[in-house]
């Protein structure tokens, strides 16, 4: 082994120990770019078309439901074509022609009359060109996402009606706990979200499957331009002998300096021996070989091939149906592009077709070193992936009512997912509820499976006792499903252990025993189950063993063949014997999947609106009303009815106190509750007390009222001279660069909650940008001037009132005016005022211009009345003078300008606010290198920080759960950036920068467009951290480079580059106000 691929193996070894920790960590900041494509698909890009695969009509349409709640809840992009796809006539053609069928059916729709896309595809139509050529060219520059989910789930029973790919995985569940219950489906599309990246705006396919969770950073994935890929990553031999295994060409074509292997694929192999690997060259020098995860991605000409075979699928599809045989993705399909298996696969059915249509393209691996590979091929794998390693990123309870610990007994480990349990329930270790109710008297144990039932005390059939009436013994699955035609549901169970595809004669067992010991214990013969005689076709998915009866006598016969020991074995075989009895095959073929739809949605429903109207009727309103009233809503029937019903106990609101139930949250509920009727005009007259609410309280947090003076002193006498003239005074501030911790500062969370901002005075082109110019006049009346050559005149600050007009250049200076009391004639002013202020940097700076401004004023305006200009009343004042001016806006931007230097500002909510500014002592050598690295450039992109700001506010005031959380981590990550620039560890605040940027992004995706993500693309090779400064939208931004030499290359890139962007001079600013 040389050297160098010894050192490459012991980074990949590193790389696989750290996996499992960062797996969740992968998939969390999948999530983020999730939300942020649904929201912003203009700015990030998301996929044109995602296609499901069904196993049937009935499974399709199931699958129809699923998307449409994706789209519903923020998870596919409302102008993302989502289709289900059944295998045609519900007959079983393989993964491969499943893959063509799917492709020729997005075709079909696109050139379907009725369709949006449609009528823009004939409007492209050049002369000579059909239709279908139009599509197909439209879809060769498609980003399409096809997800393989047919099939049977003969492993996973219980997820079989449901489809596994949409069964509850409530990983990161506590980022919107009022939300629906996460799915491997919405994991699976966070995962592959960010995939689009690899892409470069250039159409393609990505294919995955529907029982694996791969959680890896797809965005870096290296893919061919015109060719198919296979993700592969490295596995041990005695994992290889049961999976698919990729052989690659050596290890020469590793992309050189990053780590990544992309390689020609030789050969492929299924399950193969350890002779087969040794006789292939399979097996890598560090004793692994590469695992088929499933995934696959076809571009360019390999893509463009794959198009033209698949609209020939049809006829492809009737000849496998006339045969009755299978096309497989992986064996036969993907086969095609790898030379070594084209005789082997001439001789499978449609190999030759296979062969000349995509024959003349290649398959590379890329191989994912850091993947984590999550298989839910079972249900044992269903739990286990629920508890260790990622257990503590498990919601255990989401959605659901539950009594008091007092009257019930279910486990800490236990998960309990859209579900609501009685008191005198009883559930163990490590079990999943999902989707169920159960009453008093049931017994649950330990790492048991409940899905979709519904268990109400009934008449059971013998005598259990009076404290239980149902019992599932430990390690076992329960679930219901509707049948067509049948008036009630089928109660299904079987062990967690249970292979429904083991047969009797081998190993095959029910409820966790041999099949042998099943028929003796309980009577009955093989006859009765099975209509062959074959030993090797016998098998639980074939059995005929579940009964279809009334409810309760279906329950006694489950708790009698789960084998407990309360009935009388006689009795209940007769009733058993005398049943019409379906097998798990039959049912699968029965599903009523439209009232499993309807149950389900009822169900949950009705959960979210008992919850809410704990809320409203018990709580300090911590849940996402709004939230829960989509889900609520979900109930066609009485969701409107239910939250018009929570209108009517909003009055009971306005009684509580405003310290437990602030004002501003009060109306948005009413707000939310309004929207969910369908009364918008309603909610946006409230809306109006929403704000008015927020400017009221930030002004009793500072200790001013709207009528209040700014200053107690007396500025006359009693004959009404006014001892003001003549006074001035001029005010000169910097501006502010904050490097994590806004939107903390920022009403109504900073009246709330602790807020804690890390920020730094600068000059700009060594000198202060900001400031103003009072004076008094002999003549009364108020000019003021700006520096943009408005002027005004006021003959008398009397008439000074709000609301100001958004287009008023003055409203600032006139909200001081009343701030400060001069406008509400407080103060005698038998003589006038002369006000100049000007803002030497760009409109929309980010730099906390309107602030600092305001700041100065005030300032000003106090000096020349004499009363209190210290820092921190000035403040407070600016925090009301914003709410009065209709921006809001926090305490960060004008304490940036007061203090000089870096300091960590922490606020305390109460009456009054209190703001505790830390200087920071920082090192000479510190100071230094940051102003040598550190680049503030003009983006050239105008903001206004109120436009992001209520957006912001409103999320918070419905408390939603995810803003709650990043506005959290920002605060925290200030106290973490103030440590790390003690230490002069600049690095580390280059990460904090990088990871603030990324949570503003996701408080509002619009905080950032295309030429900015551009600019810090371009940026990000010279640098370790970059954000806008203040809310985002545009203005200034930071760009911290590696070190002062790379500091200067991008100075000069920056010039020399397209991006028309003004890097500025600056320095830190330490000195008193000017």
């Not at 309870?397 to 008091?404: D, F, N, Q, T």
């Amino acid at each position: 082994m040389s050297p160098l691929f010894g050192e490459m193996e012991k980074e990949k070894r590193m790389i696989m120990g750290k996996k499992k920790g960062e797996a969740m960590e992968v998939l969390r900041k999948s999530w983020y770019h999730l939300r942020l494509s649904v929201r912003y698909p203009a700015r990030v890009s998301t996929w044109d078309a995602i296609l499901l695969t069904a196993a049937s009509p009935e499974q399709a349409e199931l699958y129809e439901w699923q998307l449409q709640r994706a789209k519903r809840v923020g998870r596919i992009a409302p102008s993302t074509i989502a289709l289900s796809v059944p295998d045609p006539e519900g007959a079983r053609i393989g993964s491969g022609a499943a893959t063509l069928n799917a492709l020729h059916a997005l075709s079909c729709h696109l050139i379907h009359p009725s369709n949006t896309q449609s009528l823009e595809l004939r409007d492209r139509v050049n002369d000579g060109d059909s239709i279908t050529s139009a599509v197909k060219k439209s879809m060769e520059k498609m980003r399409i996402l096809l997800l393989h989910a047919g099939g049977d789930s003969k492993r996973v029973p219980w997820a079989n009606p449901m489809g596994k790919v949409f069964l509850p995985l409530p990983y990161l569940a506590s980022d919107d706990p009022d939300g629906p219950v996460p799915l491997l489906f919405d994991h699976v599309l966070a995962i592959s979200s960010s995939a689009i990246q690899a892409f470069e705006n250039k159409g393609g396919l990505l294919i995955m499957t529907g029982d694996v969770l791969p959680c890896f950073d797809t965005s870096s994935m290296v893919l061919p331009d015109n060719a198919s890929c296979i993700i592969t990553v490295p596995i041990t031999l005695d994992v290889a002998r049961n999976h698919g295994v990729v052989v690659t060409s050596t290890i020469e074509n590793l992309e050189q300096n990053s780590g990544r292997e992309l390689n020609l694929v030789e050969n492929l192999l299924q399950k193969p021996s350890l002779k087969e690997l040794e006789a292939n060259n399979a097996i890598r020098q560090d004793g692994r070989t590469l695992l088929d995860t499933g995934i696959i991605s076809v571009r360019g000409k390999a893509w463009a091939d794959l198009l033209l075979l698949s609209s020939s699928s049809p006829s492809m599809i009737s000849e496998l149906l006339r045969c009755g045989k299978e096309m497989s993705l992986y064996e036969d399909l993907v086969a095609a592009w790898v030379p070594a298996k084209h005789n082997w696969l001439k001789s499978r059915p449609l190999g030759i077709e296979l062969v000349s249509g995509l024959g003349n393209q290649n398959l590379f691996s890329y191989c994912a070193f850091d993947l984590s590979f999550l298989h839910f091929g079972t249900s044992t794998e269903v739990l286990d992936h629920l508890g260790e390693a990622h257990s503590r990123y498990v919601g255990r309870r989401h959605l659901c009512s539950i009594p008091a610990t007092t009257e019930c007994d279910i486990a800490a480990s236990a998960v309990i997912l859209s579900s609501k349990l009685a008191p005198g329930v009883s559930i163990g270790e490590d079990s999943l509820i999902y989707d169920s109710s159960l009453s008093t008297g049931v017994q649950i144990g330990s790492r048991c499976i409940i899905v979709g039932v519904h268990l109400q005390r009934e008449n059971i059939v013998g005598s259990i006792g009076n404290s239980s009436w149902f019992i599932l013994p430990d390690r076992h699955c329960l679930w219901e499903v509707p049948l067509v035609g049948c008036s009630q549901r089928v109660i299904l169970f079987c062990g967690l252990h249970d292979n429904p595809k083991s047969s009797h004669a081998k190993d095959g067992t029910f409820c966790g025993k041999p099949w042998k010991k099943v028929l003796h214990e309980h009577g009955i013969q093989q006859s009765e189950l099975w209509n062959t005689s074959d030993a090797q076709e016998q098998c639980l998915w074939n059995a005929k063993i579940f009964p279809v009866l009334p409810r309760h006598e279906m329950l006694s016969l489950a708790m009698w063949l789960l084998g407990l020991r309360l009935y009388n074995n006689e009795d209940m075989l007769s009733l058993w014997r005398n049943s019409y009895r379906v097998s798990l095959e039959e049912i699968h073929r029965s599903i009523d999947f439209r009232q499993l739809c309807l149950d389900s949605s009822i169900h949950q429903a009705d959960l979210a609106a008992g919850i809410a109207k704990a809320c409203i009727s018990y709580g300090l309103f911590g849940r996402n009303l709004s939230r829960l009233c989509t889900e609520i809503l979900q109930n066609e029937v009485s969701g409107t009815t239910a939250c018009k019903n929570f209108l009517t106990l909003c009055p009971n609101l306005q009684a509580l106190d405003s310290g437990i139930l602030p004002r501003s949250r009060a109306y948005q509920v009413q707000v939310d509750l309004h929207k969910a009727c369908g009364e918008d005009e309603i909610a946006c007259n409230i809306e109006h007390d929403v704000w008015s609410s927020v400017a009221e309280e930030t002004a009793a947090a500072v200790k001013y009222g709207l009528e209040g003076s700014a200053t107690s002193q007396n500025t006359g006498d009693a004959n009404g001279k006014n001892p003001l003239y003549p006074k001035r005074a001029r005010v000169e501030l910097p501006v502010r660069v904050d490097f994590v911790g806004g939107w903390s500062d920022t009403p109504p969370w900073s009246l709330e909650r602790i807020g804690r901002v890390l920020n730094m005075a600068i000059s700009l082109e060594d000198c202060l940008p900001i400031g103003t110019e009072i004076e008094t006049t002999s003549t009364k009346g108020v000019t003021i001037d700006d520096d943009a050559g408005n002027q005004t005149y006021i003959e008398d600050a009397n008439s000074i009132h709000t609301p100001f007009n958004e287009e008023d250049p003055f409203r600032l200076v006139k909200s001081a005016l009343i701030v400060t009391g001069i406008s509400q004639g407080k103060i005698p002013l038998s003589t006038g005022l002369q006000i100049r202020t000007w803002a030497k940097v760009p409109r929309g700076s980010g730099l906390g211009t309107s602030s600092i401004l305001a700041a100065a004023v005030l300032k000003g305006l106090l000096h020349i009345m004499e009363g209190d200009e210290s820092n921190d009343n000035v403040a407070g004042l600016v925090l009301v003078l914003e709410q009065i001016m209709g921006t809001g806006g926090g305490w960060q931007d004008q304490i940036g300008g007061l203090y000089p230097g870096i300091k960590c500002t922490t606020s305390f909510p109460g009456k009054p606010l209190r703001l505790h500014v830390i200087p920071l002592t920082a090192a000479p050598q510190m100071v230094l290198e940051l102003e040598q690295r550190l680049l503030v450039v003009f983006t050239g992109q105008v903001r206004l920080a109120h436009q992001v700001l209520q957006k912001v506010v409103v999320r918070y005031l419905q408390r939603d759960s995810l803003l709650i959380s990043s506005i959290k981590r920002l605060a925290e990550l200030a106290k973490i950036g103030q440590e790390a620039l003690m230490n002069c560890e600049v690095d580390e605040l280059g990460d904090i920068m990088l990871e603030a940027w990324r949570i503003h992004q996701e408080l509002d995706p619009y905080c950032s467009n295309e030429f900015v993500d551009q600019l810090f693309k371009f940026a990000s090779q010279f640098c370790c951290g970059y954000k806008l400064v203040g809310a985002g939208g545009g203005g200034f931004a930071l760009l911290l480079a590696k070190d002062k030499d790379r500091a200067k290359q991008l100075r000069n890139s920056l010039k020399s580059s397209d991006f028309n962007v003004t890097v500025y001079n600056w320095s830190i600013y330490l000195d008193g106000v000017a």
